[in-house]
């Protein structure tokens, strides 16, 4: 094994190294955080929210960025640092679910029960419902709402929509907490549809990658984290433009083409990922998959 090579993996890779195929293979499979400075950006935004003093109109934040381009992956790295607190005393400080796909009012407070494992009667009224979720939320302290996929209400008809998005304002108006959604672009479309909405959510985009110096950093920091004994050198030319190509700049898809190619080097005994390794895995790149 390579000295250099060894030095620039992480202390949890190194480790792996001397492990069972198997366990290697598992730790590929692993979720693997990277700080990038967008992220910690976000990260730093998310903190700012968390701390801010109640206040009549609190601020929120809309998240946007394609699809596994690391919207989810931050939000949970975010959570990880304020955990629920579970004893006599319980604690959940950030309440985080997904919109649903049928939007309502009563959706988003069922959402929001469900989550916190708390029971309600199916056909009590919404504003039953409401006054639960206020009280129970109150109680446990939260101080935050983050409402992941938030393109999803997209499918519901206009006026679930528009009654969905008044019920989100009016609990971070009523609980005095932000709230944080995080979607695709066509998320924007559904803010706008209500003025007072879009003018409370501040905008936060995450773009694609593009093919340059940060691009490469962001290749060699995964790289570390793969326990393969050789160095792959993903950041030189071809490879590089080839992982590109394959991701089309997108942090999620650039994870799992790395984990699939570190798994297969691993299943067929070798200990880097090569242009051949690339070319051989399964998998079908974003733009031909929604063709």
């Given amino acids: 094994m390579n000295n250099k090579h060894l030095a620039k993996l992480t202390p949890t890779a190194r480790e792996y ?8 293979i598992n730790k590929c499979k692993e ?4 700080p990038y400075p967008q992220a910690l950006n ?3 935004e998310l903190e700012e929210l968390f701390e801010h003093p109640k ?10 960025g394609s699809t596994n381009n690391g919207k989810t992956t931050i939000i949970n790295q975010f ?3 304020h955990p629920m607190y579970l004893n006599i005393y319980t604690s959940i400080p950030i309440i985080k679910i997904s919109a649903p796909i049928s939007p309502s009012h009563t959706a988003l ?3 929001i029960l469900d989550e916190v494992l708390v029971p309600y009667g199916t056909k009590e009224s919404a504003s039953r419902k409401e006054y639960q979720v206020k009280n129970v939320l109150a109680d446990l302290k939260t ?18 929509q528009r009654e ?12 005095k907490i932000p709230i944080v959604a995080a979607g695709v672009w066509e998320v924007q479309s559904v803010v706008s549809t209500d003025p007072q909405i879009a003018n409370r959510f501040e905008t936060i985009k995450i773009e694609n990658w593009r093919a340059n110096e940060d691009f490469a950093r962001l290749i060699v920091s995964f790289e570390s984290t793969l326990p393969l004994k050789e160095a792959s050198n993903l950041h030189t030319k071809k490879l590089f433009s080839k992982l590109y190509d394959m991701s089309e700049g997108m942090i999620g898809e650039l994870a799992r083409i790395l984990e699939k190619a570190a798994i297969y080097a691993l299943n067929h005994n070798q200990e880097k990922i090569t242009m051949d390794i690339l070319n051989s895995i399964n998998y079908i790149k974003p733009s031909q998959r929604r063709l």
Avoid: C
Wanted: avoid cysteine; proline fraction near 2%; aromatic fraction near 10%.
């Fill in 109 to 111: 407070y069922e959402k």
């Fill in 164 to 175: 969905f998005l008044t019920a989100v304002k009016q609990l971070g108006n009523d609980l």
């Fill in 79 to 81: 959570m990880s640092k």
């Fill in 55 to 64: 206040k009549d109109r609190m601020p929120n934040l809309l998240i946007v």
């Fill in 42 to 44: 976000i990260l730093d």
């Fill in 143 to 160: 101080r935050m709402i983050i409402i992941d996929e938030f393109q999803d209400i997209f499918h519901g008809r206009v006026h679930f």
């Fill in 17 to 24: 190294l001397d492990k069972t195929i198997d366990e290697r």
């Fill in 31 to 34: 979720q693997v955080w990277i």
